[in-house]
């Protein structure tokens, strides 16, 4: 019972550990239950009470048949995420919006080089940042890049409650109650206009470019 024990919290700290580092970004997939098994030491049971675990907080989700997805570097409050649900698109792209602009504000003032070469990679390796679309929409919410910029804003906060925003957001996605309003290349255009903003410490800019890019990202479906 020990043994298992020690191996359950082993696994969970091996993919607890890879996610908040960022190793696997944000709507990556994950190593399959094979390759982890193999990676960690441990049995099938195990790996999957892990994973589990994780998709239970909102940090994984596992997609039948194709894979389980990163979704958030930090658990992901179940209440706050029941409780935005209950809005509408509208509602919940307006807090949105505001989220993303105090963030990209906080940025500008606070972001390390170590934070900013982290956007540059999200932006710059497409084959493991955001936007990989798996024929729905599951993995086109706001991804890695837009979850960078809210922890380099350094309110942890900001981060907690904009995680349980993504959630519903994704949720809404899926609904299609919400769509995107431009494709995958403009929204990387406006992301390396963001980081622009950010590397040069420009906190109007900075404003600026968020609010142009979240006003064309993602909207209510009646008005695409």
């Known amino acids: 019972m020990q043994v298992g024990s020690d ?3 082993r696994t969970l700290a091996f993919l607890r550990h890879r996610i908040s580092s960022g190793e696997w970004p944000i709507n990556s997939k994950i190593p399959t239950e ?3 098994m193999q990676l960690i030491g441990v049995g099938k049971t195990t790996v999957r009470e892990a994973v589990r675990s994780l998709a239970s907080v909102g940090m994984l989700e596992p997609m039948p048949g194709i894979g389980t997805f990163v979704r958030s570097r930090m658990p992901v409050s179940s209440v706050l995420t029941d409780y935005l649900s209950e809005f509408g698109a509208a509602d919940l ?3 949105r919006r505001a989220l993303e602009l105090e963030a990209a504000q906080q940025a500008a003032r606070h972001r390390t080089d170590e934070q900013l070469a982290a956007m540059r ?3 710059d390796n497409p084959a493991t940042a955001p936007e990989q679309p798996f024929g729905r929409d599951h993995g086109k919410a706001p991804g890695q890049f837009h979850f960078l910029v ?3 804003s350094g309110n ?3 981060v907690g409650l904009y995680a349980g925003v993504v959630t519903a957001l994704r949720q809404a996605l899926h609904s299609g109650t919400v769509v995107h309003a431009t494709d995958a290349e403009t929204r990387l255009s406006e992301h390396r ?3 622009a903003a950010l590397e040069a410490g ?3 800019a900075a404003a600026h470019a968020m609010a142009q890019h979240i006003e064309r990202d993602l909207v209510p479906a009646e008005q695409a």
């Open 7 to 9: 191996r359950a919290r």
């Open 34 to 36: 094979p390759e982890l």
């Open 93 to 95: 792209l307006g807090y």
């Open 121 to 123: 990679h999200a932006l």
């Open 150 to 152: 809210m922890e380099a």
């Open 156 to 158: 942890t906060l900001l």
């Open 193 to 195: 206009v963001l980081l």
């Open 202 to 204: 420009d906190i109007a």
